[in-house]
């Protein structure tokens, strides 16, 4: 079993910047970022598998977002920039042994979850 910790939450103003950070236990080859605003169900944000393929990302944070990954730390990052109000609500970290098609921004497709850090933009 693989637990996850994020850290990095806050308020920030429209255009302002926040970096996520998520802290696993264990390693898995797909990590990613999942986000979930009040009466609906958790969105992806952005994967990254271990290997060397291109970081999944959902068109609505294209050019604003960067996720990157610490494999040795077992840790992910989020890179918000240029945030908008839109970008407001919970952000949750989410990690599983998947095939590299698979690390995307499919809910069903991970195993393991964060807590969730509330990210409000005003």
């Known amino acids: 079993h693989v637990q996850l910790v994020e850290s990095g939450g806050g308020s920030v103003q429209a255009g302002g910047s926040l970096r996520l950070s998520c802290r696993a236990s264990?390693?898995?080859?797909?990590m990613a970022w999942f986000r979930r605003f009040p009466g609906k169900e958790h969105e992806g944000v952005a994967a990254m598998y271990t290997g060397a393929g291109s970081p999944y990302y959902d068109d609505s944070v294209k050019g604003r977002f960067t996720i990157s990954r610490d494999n040795a730390q077992n840790m992910v990052y989020l890179q918000m920039d240029s945030l908008k109000p839109e970008d407001t609500g919970e952000y949750f970290c989410?990690?599983?042994?998947?095939?590299?098609?698979?690390?995307?921004?499919?809910?069903?497709?991970?195993?393991?979850w964060g807590q969730g850090t509330q990210v409000t933009v005003s």
């Open positions: 264990g390693s898995t080859n797909c």
């Open positions: 989410a990690a599983g042994v998947l095939n590299e098609r698979f690390c995307n921004g499919v809910w069903g497709w991970y195993t393991y």
